[in-house]
């Protein structure tokens, strides 16, 4: 054998195999982006895609845990008006 022939075959496996590990990283990845995504719009919030694709399941806890968007329009909307000075 060669000494080329053996460097190939060798360059060619770990360029096969990184490409492999790559690949089965990213995924879970943007399966969970895309899961957290559509949490946080059933919810009533845009975005958060990248939440879940760097933070994995703690992204999904963080979202999990978020308030309904309209309930905290509700609470704005709804404080009372502040009490006006009475003249006399």
């Not at 009533?44 to 979202?63: D, E, H, K």
Request: aromatic share 18%; with cysteine; glycine share 6%.
């Amino acid at each position: 054998m060669d000494y080329f022939s053996v460097w190939d075959s060798i360059w060619a496996f770990i360029t096969a195999y990184t490409i492999l590990v790559i690949v089965i990283s990213l995924l879970p990845m943007i399966v969970m982006g895309i899961f957290t995504a559509k949490l946080a719009h059933k919810k009533g919030y845009r975005g958060y895609f990248f939440t879940g694709f760097f933070f994995n399941l703690i992204g999904l806890i963080y979202v999990v845990g978020l308030p309904l968007a309209r309930d905290c329009c509700d609470k704005t909307s709804a404080a009372p008006e502040p009490a006006q000075a009475v003249e006399t």
